[in-house]
């Protein structure tokens, strides 16, 4: 110890630097091997029992689930509301392409707008309160606009959902067109997935990043170097409101429908379940929880009504077995070795 | 000059009078301990000069402004940053990692939501400067909570440097540590105080560190300024031999 305090002034990291590039150029190949698979998935997927739909239906969850991760794992917020935003999103496509305009990439902005610019609104009202409270608090926000869905009938369909819209082929160039048939409406979900985990990694990898990652880390460290720990708080609950919103908008382009169960507190915690059983502390962890909750829903929901149990069996063994998820589990072992 | 200045200063908490009329003056470029029992009001007094909460009477002026009612993360630009009896870091982030955040939030740029090359490189030049002046480099990659004790606080000296302090405050920097620790944190402190010139306040319970190192000592007991003086002044004191160096002695 003595010796650390002196001789180490000039020496150089010790070996344990030279293991993190290998570890980053493993991360890139397993993310170019990810790419590849998501990019081909239309060509392999009916050799396994699998269809356009569900693929689209695996990277909308992924997306809101790492969407929310960004709050709830890299800010440690845990929220119970995020339904909102992704119900915003969804009912903004919705009435956008029911009343508005045919123009599908049009619909979603503006869904992914509303649901994120009223995230950004309530962002600095929840982050005011800490821990069971925020959960609390988001959850009643969350819940408000569930009620105004079902209320406001003449707009929303009430508890009938909202429909009447659908997925318009998109004219990109005089003669190009990019129809939206499962196909071509699967490569649609792939880029804003692709366009929603780049901003992600990109705000992870910065110091807006890690000043979030420090908000979960020492909330007090952090206020007593200066930081408006609120501030950032709620810069996090709103980018990942957006992101949240945007899968909220694909998810109702995939059905052509929505309900205001896309607003309630069960599928927030769907999502929070998502990226716990994943790995929450793993920038892909979400996704892989995505993958397991989507597919078993489908594939149980045809033997059983009762395909929630299943999920919950799988949840509880994996928070018994594998606290940190997944992927966290995965990573713990590469590291041992 | 002085650089900080406490008048008449009060605290109570309901009932209890945590601090009563505390008048004490502390110079540019002094390293001064803060001594006295337990219960004598030592971390209150740090808790009202760092802004975590304001004083029931009385005024405080640093650096020629008053920043009596100021709070804490104002009182950060100012150049008033502190440690904490139990160490505050992000523990599950490397030492690296710890100090990056640190480095980030002094030079401002914790906002970017992107980082670039260039950015980078100054934040890497700031954080290995860090490591270098308190002398935690060889551990760079090791996870924080994985430290011993002593290698935490001195990364928590690390994180507290970043922000160029005027004064630093430590509350009680060497607790809980094993002899050899002890020594190289108070040679850590000493030398940051010769060293930088950085003005530092400390609580601490070992008196040959106290008398070892301190330029002036300022005495506590019962929410009351017992004495004031240097290592000599302090030991020769008969109220302080019989408040505190008498139950030791």
């Not at chain 1, 926000?141 to 819209?165: E, K, N, P, S, V």
């Not at chain 1, 990652?213 to 408006?228: C, P, S, Y």
């Not at chain 1, 929630?308 to 998820?325: K, N």
């Not at chain 2, 640190?102 to 860090?130: C, K, N």
Request: aromatic share 8%; with cysteine.
């Amino acid at each position: 110890m003595k010796d650390d305090m002196t001789s180490t002034l000039a020496a150089p990291p010790a070996p344990a630097a030279q293991a993190r590039p290998a570890m980053r150029r493993n991360a890139h190949v397993g993310t170019l091997l990810l790419a590849a698979l998501l990019l081909t998935a239309p060509a392999w997927l009916p050799y396994v029992g699998g269809y356009d739909d569900i693929a689209s239906r695996v990277l909308i969850y992924a997306l809101a689930a790492m969407g929310l991760n960004l709050l709830l794992g890299f800010t440690g917020g845990l929220s119970f509301g995020h339904a909102a935003y992704f119900g915003l999103g969804a009912y903004g496509v919705g009435l956008m392409l029911k009343y508005v305009t045919h123009n599908v990439p049009l619909a979603l902005l503006c869904g992914t707008l509303l649901g994120g610019l009223v995230a950004t609104v309530l962002a600095p009202i929840a982050v005011r309160r800490k821990g069971i409270y925020f959960a609390m608090i988001t959850i009643a926000i969350g819940q408000l606009f569930y009620f105004i869905a079902i209320r406001w009938q003449a707009m929303t369909g009430g508890y009938d959902g909202l429909t009447g819209f659908s997925r318009h082929a998109m004219h990109l160039l005089p003669g190009v067109t990019w129809t939206l048939g499962s196909t071509g409406f699967y490569y649609l979900v792939l880029l804003c997935f692709a366009l929603g985990a780049v901003v992600l990694w990109v705000v992870l990898h910065s110091p807006l990043g890690h000043t979030f990652v420090a908000i979960r880390e020492n909330q007090k460290r952090l206020t007593f170097l200066g930081v408006r720990v609120q501030r950032y708080a709620a810069i996090s609950f709103a980018i990942s409101g957006f992101i949240v919103a945007l899968a909220g908008g694909l998810n109702a382009l995939l059905d052509n429908f929505t309900s205001p169960n896309s607003l309630n507190y069960t599928l927030s915690g769907d999502l929070v379940v998502i990226a716990v059983l994943g790995g929450m502390r793993n920038f892909w962890g979400p996704f892989v929880g995505a993958a397991i909750f989507v597919l078993v829903r489908d594939y149980a929901s045809n033997v059983t009504n009762n395909w929630m149990s299943v999920i919950g069996l799988i949840f509880i063994l994996s928070v018994l077995f594998f606290p940190l998820g997944i992927m966290g589990f995965l990573q713990r072992k590469k590291v041992e070795k | 000059m002085s650089l900080l200045e406490l008048q008449s200063v009060s605290r109570r908490f309901g009932a209890l009078q945590a601090l009563s009329e505390i008048s004490l003056t502390v110079q540019q470029g002094e390293l001064r301990a803060v001594i006295g029992p337990n219960g004598a009001g030592k971390t209150t007094l740090f808790n009202l000069i760092s802004g975590f909460f304001p004083p029931s009477g009385g005024s405080i002026r640093f650096d020629g402004k008053p920043i009596t009612k100021v709070n804490p993360a104002s009182l950060v630009q100012q150049g008033i940053i502190r440690t904490f009896q139990i160490t505050e870091i992000f523990l599950s982030l490397s030492v690296l990692e710890n100090l990056r955040i640190a480095a980030e939030v002094a030079m401002g740029v914790s906002h970017r939501p992107w980082m670039t090359r260039a950015l980078r490189t100054r934040i890497d030049e700031r954080v290995q400067e860090l490591m270098h002046v308190v002398g935690i480099g060889s551990k760079a990659d090791r996870i924080a909570g994985e430290l011993s004790h002593g290698d935490q606080r001195v990364v928590e000296i690390g994180i507290a440097l970043s922000r160029s302090p005027k004064l630093l405050l430590l509350d009680e920097p060497t607790a809980g540590m094993g002899d050899e620790e002890t020594q190289n944190m108070t040679a850590l402190i000493r030398r940051l105080n010769k060293e930088q010139g950085i003005t530092t306040l400390f609580v601490e319970h070992d008196m040959e560190i106290v008398f070892g190192i301190a330029d002036r000592i300022t005495v506590l007991d019962n929410g009351t300024m017992l004495a004031e003086g240097n290592a000599h002044e302090i030991a020769n004191n008969p109220a302080v031999q019989a408040a505190y160096l008498g139950q030791a002695a």
